[in-house]
């Protein structure tokens, strides 16, 4: 027995990483208005403190299981943790914008070293079919609900002023929680053999990296600057650095090292239309929340702590949805996920028809979001699962680590792309007209951007197709 409660007791240890590192991309994303004020940044500068967490958490996210390998998992995860817990700190005490987007882009790091070692540590303590997928799914809820409190945390805080600007303690509110997670870890945990023959690859992570910098970074900032020729060079590097990074992953491969990520899985057909899936419906993820707060906060004149509010509306449906789609996928395959995304879609043009007046009515602002969020709850929690059915459990490993770093990078890149244009169409006209104008367009290009990713639904088999080597 005290076994038994050992184990959930360590779960709840581990799951403290999820629960930061997704609670500071939903905290973010609501108190955004804040933060530009406290940090007097512009509207690129905001962008950058959402996307540099991520490019942070895509880049080194297979790197950080590498790590725990080679290092033990249980020392990376305490150096990660300590890690997220002081540059939150960072975050929470900066001045400018610099020093904030380079604490984010730290911060983001140490997620993606922190998240590995806790899924890992579940196999491990967890070695029974059936209490792993228990332990998975409390592990996963955990998620879902820190995407909840982040939403309400990050619109209550920043109207909270106590010794300092209350958006600051969207950050340091990390520094208790990681803190108890570090010493709890530090006496609980066992730490895991260490695997000495596991390599890290260097030119591959420094290849990634710079590459999805110099796609994502001029993304943002090229529209404010007006397009100045060094964004356009940028591009064309990163589009030669991506070539390159594939190239060296190739040789890698048949040169039997270790590359960061095993291209063999893109021979897989299912892999890479579920691949292009997830790439459109998280490029519509986060930038949903960014220009909704801009028009609720800057446009609507509504309070941070009422968009809060609103906002675990939404996050209610998504969990409600998530719940009861988990049970149905098994049953009836894509079609959840297609129904998932029409009704974001229908959802998305009640916001269009509704979302335009200050007269805005909260009877129908609450039921618009909360439909939105069983869309997203009904299509979410299954992607992993639609792009990798047809993947052999050997490449299981290397495919969710890959799957990962694309997802973090489509968010980053719906940031960059669809952000962009909302704010370029802002251009300083700071009217409900400029706004409402503003929004319909980011908007109407997110709904084009669901109708793909229901192509890519369509194009996805209904049964897993076997490839063997």
Partial sequence: MNKQISRWFLLIILSSSVFLSVIDIFIVNVAIPSIKRGIH???SDIQLVIVLYLLGYAAF???GG??????GKKNVFIFAMS???LTSCLCGFSQTAWQINTARFLQGISAAFMIPQSITYIQVLFPQHHDRIRALGIYGSIAGTA???GQFLGGLLPDVHFLMDGWRLIFLINLPLGLVAVILAAVFLKDTKTIKKSRFDHSGVSLLTVALIALIYPLVRGPELHWPWWSMVSIALSLILLYLFVFDQRRKLHTDQEPLVDVRLFT??????GLCAVLFY???QDTYFVINVILFQNGFGISSSETGVFFVFQGVGYVVASLLSLRLVPRYGKRVLQIGVLIMVISLLFHLLFFNSLTISRYLLLPVLFIYGTGCGSVLPSLLTMALKSIPPHFAGAASGT????QQTAIALGIGIVGGVFFYKLAGDTTLAGYISAYRLATGINIFLLAIVSLFLFLLPDKPRTKTF
Avoid: E, Q
């Avoid at 897989?268 to 239309?273: A, E, G, R, T």
């Fill in 66 to 71: 590498r790590a725990g390998d080679y290092y």
């Fill in 61 to 63: 996210l297979i790197t």
């Fill in 41 to 43: 940044g512009s509207d």
């Fill in 147 to 149: 995407s909840v409190i």
């Fill in 282 to 284: 998280f490029m519509v």
């Fill in 83 to 85: 890690l997220f817990v």
């Fill in 403 to 406: 799957f990962s770093t694309f």
């Fill in 268 to 273: 897989f057909k299912d892999f890479n239309i």
